[in-house]
């Protein structure tokens, strides 16, 4: 991809139409572009065959489509595949790609590396690098070798979308409406620790799925493994999401406006003697009771050099079991590409200092 020129993919109908207008091409241009971009998912200008030859030579003197293949693969024995792919500036982000019987899941990133530096997180580790455009976060859907059988999306990847809240929406965009990829929201969820600001604007103007990062009930322990708790506490969060019909338990008195439209989940990694007693299972239903809402209970990917350790399967069990048997409806989701670290940043982290080191042996 050539640096100087400007990516086509993430444009909404009537920027193409002012990309068109600019080149004093016909207004159905604009309509044909998104087409080729949204529908068909061509790599480059020159597959735009219904554009006359003159309207491709113009478009390709300032504009490309974006689109850009992995650089490398790691394949599971359960048939996850990890893929990096490289962004417009020259970093890398990984995706991770997860079949599961007629299901298939992405999960993408939104950032290189993260501000967030969570204590279980290889990514936070990497520290702050760039946050992604819209179409290196579409890019990672549109170039995915599997794109056709995916299923769903989960903005759950490297960095912390509501920290890159405009081109997650952008991308949010493109995916849902008519003229983009047409997607029910249902199809896509988005993960967060809890940027307030971003947060809220997804809620307003997003209707995709929301995952809530808690991972401990008690804000003095949850900011020891997230230090995004003191800035954004869990109890502020919540407060926020109880103005949002869809994350109210419904009553006999208050029937939902949106039913089934939106879920509203909560992440919690289980660790070892951390986070995992009886004590922690109380304050999560006494914190959650109001919502209409599930829990996702993880078993921890280990990553290097970290006292964190995954809660044995009994503990998990015993877990979920109190959640549920006080009305919180949870589930121990399945560990999936341990053998390739499908859930930390191990490979984007190794490539960074790869290109890092390259960098300085030429300077």
């Known amino acids: 991809m050539e640096s100087s020129h400007i990516t086509l993919l993430g444009m909404t109908p009537e920027e193409l139409l002012q990309v068109t207008t600019a080149l004093d091409l016909p207004p159905r241009t604009a309509r044909q572009i998104a087409r080729w971009l949204y529908v068909k998912h061509v790599a480059t200008l020159d597959e735009m065959t219904d554009l006359s030859l003159a309207a491709r030579q113009r478009l390709s003197e300032r504009y490309t489509v974006g689109a850009s293949a992995p650089v490398e693969a790691q394949r599971s024995t359960d048939g996850t595949v990890k893929y990096l792919f490289r962004t417009s500036a020259g970093d890398f982000v990984e995706s991770v790609y997860i079949p599961d019987g007629s299901r298939a899941t992405l999960c993408v990133s939104s950032q290189v590396g993260c501000k967030m530096r969570c204590a279980f997180c290889m990514t936070g580790r990497q520290g702050f690098a760039a946050s992604l455009s819209a179409t290196d976060i579409l890019n990672q859907i549109y170039s995915l070798p599997e794109r056709d059988s995916l299923t769903n999306v989960v903005f759950m990847g490297q960095g912390e979308p509501f920290d890159n809240t405009d081109n997650v929406l952008r991308s949010l965009r493109v995916l849902t409406e008519d003229w983009g990829y047409a997607w029910s929201p ?65 009553t006999r008195d208050n029937r939902k406006s949106e039913p089934h439209q939106r879920r509203l989940s909560f992440e919690y990694i289980v660790f070892g003697g951390v986070n995992d007693s009886r004590r922690h299972a109380e304050a999560v239903v006494r914190l959650l009771r109001d919502f209409d809402c599930r829990v996702n209970l993880i078993r921890f990917h280990a990553i290097p050099d970290t006292p964190l350790h995954g809660a044995d399967e009994d503990t998990m069990l015993r877990f979920r079991d109190y959640l549920t048997h006080h009305g919180i409806f949870a589930t121990i989701r399945a560990s999936r590409g341990q053998d390739i670290f499908a859930a930390c940043g191990l490979l984007s982290t190794a490539r960074q200092q790869e290109a890092r080191l390259s960098e300085q042996r030429t300077h």
């Open 186 to 250: 249902k199809r896509i969820t988005v993960s967060t620790v809890g940027l307030m600001r971003g947060l809220r604007r997804f809620l307003d103007e997003s209707r995709c799925h929301l995952a809530v990062s808690l991972h401990n009930p008690f804000p003095a322990e949850r900011e020891a493994l997230m230090p995004a708790e003191r800035p954004y506490p869990i109890t502020d969060v919540l407060q926020l999401l109880r103005q949002y019909d869809f994350c109210r338990r419904p």
